[in-house]
């Protein structure tokens, strides 16, 4: 029977682990069922990339309108995490989890038998739309039901694990749909994982929600939703058509603009949407910088070195699958040991060493020429980097999550899916672009990379600096149960 409160509820250490140090079986299930949600909606991000060409041809979309199979999911997923993450603070997370659910589910079997490109990205602005309800109710309930501490670090440490995997995996899983079945069979799995995640959530997920019910901030809602949809369209519209354009242009203002109103509305409202002495903590400031360089640059490192294996060296789509197959396995292994580095050093330093390691083994990837020895290069490289991309996705949602209050999860955890979701979308328009438009490929990927290695670089040197010294003492991962 499922627990429900009118409100927030948070987990305290089982009968069985008196020092909340290990999970007892029920948690196990919880954890299962937020991390395999975390684990399709990142799916969702990679799955259908290889897929592309063939959709395009079977329904009938140009060339030019393939991007909007990703940028019909990314819009709504984007812009309305926030909104949607206060939402589940206010009138119940598991309600609007589920919700999200069944409305991914839905549309995920929509996209599976489209039958012309407008059901298709009908299906796909959907998906987005139920990703958007689940990302941030998903965390929130993660976050309330293990507690700070060991027990919500392995939890994090899972989660972000399965998140990353999860976007390698679907780059091999979708190049094997494609070619054994069809591209139907992409979105058709993305149904399957809703259809087992959906019966078991109800009766395992305890509700929770802020105790007092305050007035949604609609003035907020509508100003940061409008912000975050104009620019990803901005950014995801010139990664194929540039920044001249008018519309790019118009709408990068109108974000900028509706960025500066959400400010100062959120200034003056009594129940803000985003607390901005919240955003002027320094864990919650520089953290999000650390998550928001850290996913946006190895995006763009995924695009380019997919870019580089298939039209440089020749690889096939299977086999570009199986080099990002290697970082997969690596980046699970990361994800086991992050806690325990986390527990020796704490996850402010954690972020700070792994975003340097990121930006360092990026920086070996200049190194690649044409000849085939470099695919050893390539897979050692972005397999290292992206065993240090995991420690900082771990260590900037601890860093992010650790010390707000229960009823203020929601708005913490809204800014960290946010920023993943920014982060993702923007890094390919930011600087991919360089490669796809130089007239020497292996020349705009060099200079790509080395962009990505400083920007990264950088920003452990600023994060570093921002969140000053750690003074909570680190304590060994044996002592905090991480073995």
Not at 259 to 268: D, I, K
Not at 319 to 345: D, N, W
Not at 462 to 469: D, E, F, I, Q, S
Request: glycine content about 12%; hydrophobic content about 50%.
């Amino acid at each position: 029977m499922a627990i429900d409160t009118t409100e927030t509820t948070s987990a305290s250490p089982t009968p069985h682990s008196p020092l909340g140090t290990r999970l007892s079986t029920r948690d196990k299930l919880v954890l299962f069922v937020l991390c395999a949600a975390q684990f399709m909606v990142a799916l969702d991000f990679s799955v259908l990339n290889v897929a592309l060409p063939v959709l395009g041809r079977d329904l009938g979309m140009s060339q030019s309108a393939l991007q909007w199979a990703v940028t019909a999911f990314a819009l709504p997923s984007g812009g309305f995490l926030l909104l949607f993450g206060r939402i589940g603070d206010l009138y119940g997370r598991r309600r609007l989890f589920l919700t999200g659910l069944a409305l991914f589910g839905t549309a995920s079997l929509l996209a599976t038998f489209a039958w012309d490109p407008a059901s298709f990205l009908t299906g796909r602005a959907l998906q987005g739309l139920g990703a958007a309800a689940i990302v941030p109710t998903g965390m929130s309930l993660l976050t309330t039901t293990f507690p700070e501490g060991p027990a919500r670090d392995r939890a994090l440490g899972i989660s972000g694990t399965l998140l990353s995997l999860g976007f390698t995996v679907g780059m091999v899983a979708g190049g094997v749909l494609t070619d054994v079945l069809s591209w139907r069979s992409t979105m058709g799995l993305l149904s399957v994982f809703a259809l087992i995640v959906l019966p078991l959530a109800p009766g395992l997920l305890p509700e929770s929600r802020t105790p007092d019910r305050p007035r949604l901030d609609v003035p907020g809602a509508i100003t940061v939703t409008g912000a975050l949809l104009a620019l990803i369209y901005a950014l995801s519209t010139a990664a194929e058509r540039g920044f001249g354009g008018a519309d790019v242009i118009a709408t990068l203002a109108s974000g900028v603009f509706l960025l500066a109103a959400f400010v100062y509305v959120e200034s003056r409202a009594h129940a803000p949407l985003v607390s901005l002495p919240m955003l002027r903590r320094r864990t919650v400031a520089w953290g999000n910088l650390g998550g928001l360089v850290t996913f946006s640059m190895m995006s763009t490192v995924v695009f380019v070195l997919t870019l580089y294996l298939q039209e440089t060296l020749g690889l096939s789509a299977f086999e570009t699958g199986l080099v990002f197959g290697v970082q997969g396995v690596m980046s699970a292994v990361a994800g086991v040991y992050a806690p325990k580095v986390i527990g020796r050093f704490g996850a402010r330093r954690t972020l700070v060493g792994s975003l340097a390691g990121q930006g360092l083994f990026v920086a070996a990837l200049v190194l690649l020429n044409a000849h085939t020895w470099s695919v050893w290069l390539a897979t050692a490289a972005i397999s290292l980097a992206s065993m240090c991309h995991l420690g900082a996705i771990i260590s900037y949602g601890l860093t992010v999550t650790s010390g707000v209050p229960d009823e203020e999860q929601g708005l913490a955890t809204g800014l960290v899916t946010s920023t993943q979701q920014v982060g993702i979308t923007i890094g390919i328009p930011l600087l991919g672009v360089l490669a796809t438009t130089s007239s020497d490929l292996l020349a705009g990927v060099h200079t790509v990379l080395a962009l990505d290695a400083v920007i990264v670089l950088a920003a452990a040197v600023l994060v570093a600096t921002g969140l000053g010294r750690d003074r909570s003492r680190p304590v060994e991962a044996q002592a905090l149960g991480l073995r």
